[in-house]
């Protein structure tokens, strides 16, 4: 994709609403625009979380006051599940408890905590428990669609699974032979069921890619929802 595109369409996934309206506008495919709402929503909350943090004592007095944790959560633009999981500790909910009641709010005795921690859970498309089994599931989707297509061409490999006895570090397919792509030797594959920008590169080349390079030699990384025209990752890593 053209960084023009990319940046375009980035720049307006501003809340979750905004997927299904660029997916129609845009004519789209929804996951692949869920999939750029999740990566600049999180980095987002990365960035803001400590400033988020610092105003918890203000925003826990609205809370006293009756506003509810998913319309607190609206208005600083925040994932509704951190903000309330940032606001127990000042509302004396142990954190534990705090994530027993998102998993299942008919445990939750305090009739005001139960409907907000169900309508957290509902609104969060992310960090709630439905959204961190969506994004197991697509990495999952990833890892098969990876295998299915070794597979087919008889290439022998091992998991993760495999090796992570063995080695601290794993790629998703280490390759028992070296296979040529586009005149490059791959000793391994990594399968990344996200989109790639510079940042998204960046932070799989110092967690992950960079290492497996040390370990194995050159290998390859699929993104599975595309990545960002002209990106050079490292040598030794292709896209």
């Not at 990566?39 to 509810?68: L, M, N, P």
């Not at 390759?175 to 989109?195: C, R």
């Not at 497996?212 to 890593?237: L, N």
Request: one cysteine or more; proline letters at 5%; charged letters at 35%.
């Amino acid at each position: 994709m053209k960084y023009e595109d990319y940046k375009n369409i980035y720049s307006q996934l501003r809340k979750p609403d905004d997927i299904d309206v660029l997916a129609h506008k845009l004519k789209m495919d929804r996951e692949f625009l869920f999939v750029l709402y999740t990566q600049r929503t999180v980095r987002d909350a990365t960035r803001r979380f400590y400033i988020v943090k610092k105003d918890i004592k203000k925003i826990a007095k609205e809370w006293r006051r009756g506003t509810s944790m998913a319309r607190l959560a609206r208005t600083i633009n925040f994932p509704p599940v951190l903000l309330g999981l940032m606001l127990s500790a000042e509302i004396n909910l142990p954190r534990k408890m705090f994530w027993k009641y998102v998993r299942d709010p008919s445990t939750c005795h305090d009739k005001r905590l139960r409907k907000e921690l169900a309508e957290i859970a509902e609104k969060d498309l992310i960090y709630s428990p439905k959204g961190s089994q969506l994004q197991t599931e697509r990495g999952q989707w990833g890892e098969k669609r990876l295998q299915t297509w070794l597979d087919k061409r008889n290439l022998t490999y091992r998991t993760e699974a495999d090796l992570r006895a063995t080695h601290k570090k794993t790629p998703d397919c280490l390759l028992d032979k070296p296979i040529q792509i586009d005149g490059k030797k791959v000793h391994w594959i990594e399968s990344k069921a996200s989109f790639g920008d510079e940042i998204e590169l960046r932070k799989n080349v110092r967690r992950q890619l960079l290492p497996y390079t040390e370990m194995f030699g050159t290998g390859a990384v699929v993104y599975w929802f595309g990545f960002v025209e002209g990106i050079e990752p490292p040598e030794g890593i292709m896209l």
